[in-house]
């Protein structure tokens, strides 16, 4: 089966931009997650979708918004970016809600300028 | 407050050797654990895992030991293998901890030929 895939691999923005980010899970699964990695902050969960419905939302502000699409893609939306937005951003899947184990696409390098 | 604390930030240990990587969690809720290694520039990927009703499990080179009380668990490569060199994150969750994610902030391994 193929990985999970994530689009675009590198991306460089102004501040008070919106970027979009797209995911594609593993096929079959239909949870898909959606991580951000900083130096200062590490690995931190951002947002959950599972039959294109937000389950579960991290500690993000209301800028950080996703959706899933009835093929189980999804796509992350960061509005009026700032430069503490730069980060990777990793999305995530696993077969359903009641698996742990989740497999990890490649990532987003975002540059906020 | 970190729930999960990955304490040594970095190990080195020579090729053929055992390494040992040390995570805690606070988090009563967690029931399920996992880790994961990550290059620059990829994504995690999923090593191993294991369910709080077991304390150990194992996958060829790689065991994860749980110690519930302790509120503990390692991760034991043997041998180390050079391209074992990575940064390591353990993770935990569970139903009653949001089904996502949590991260500790990761110890990278250096194995020297």
């Known amino acids: 089966k193929a990985g999970v895939t994530q689009t675009p691999r590198y991306l460089i923005k102004t501040r008070g931009q919106q970027v979009t980010l797209s995911c594609s899970p593993i096929?079959?699964?239909?949870?898909v997650s959606w991580y951000q990695q900083t130096p200062g902050q590490g690995l931190q969960f951002l947002f959950e979708?599972?039959?294109?419905?937000?389950?579960n939302k991290g500690n993000f502000p209301g800028r950080f918004s996703g959706r899933q699409f009835s093929n189980s893609r999804s796509e992350m939306n960061v509005s009026t970016l700032e430069l503490g937005d730069s980060a990777l951003y990793l999305c995530?899947?696993?077969?359903?809600?009641?698996?742990?184990?989740?497999?990890f696409g490649p990532g987003t390098r975002l540059t906020v300028t | 407050d970190q729930q999960v604390k990955q304490n040594s930030p970095s190990l080195s240990v020579q090729e053929g050797r055992i390494s040992i990587l040390n995570c805690d969690y606070t988090n009563s809720m967690f029931d399920y654990f996992l880790w994961y290694k990550k290059y620059p520039a990829e994504g995690p990927t999923f090593l191993i895992s294991?369910?709080?009703?077991?304390d150990k499990n194992e996958d060829g080179r790689f065991t994860v030991f749980l110690n519930k009380s302790a509120k503990h668990l390692s991760l034991h490569i043997v041998p180390s293998q050079p391209g074992d060199s990575a940064v390591y994150f353990c993770?935990?969750?569970?139903?009653?901890?949001?089904?996502?994610?949590?991260f500790g902030g990761g110890t990278r391994l250096m194995v020297k030929p």
């Open positions: 979708y599972f039959s294109e419905t937000q389950r």
């Open positions: 995530a899947s696993r077969e359903w809600r009641g698996t742990y184990e989740q497999y």
């Open positions: 096929s079959g699964h239909r949870s």
């Open positions: 294991i369910s709080s009703i077991k």
């Open positions: 993770a935990a969750s569970g139903n009653n901890a949001g089904n996502m994610l949590t």
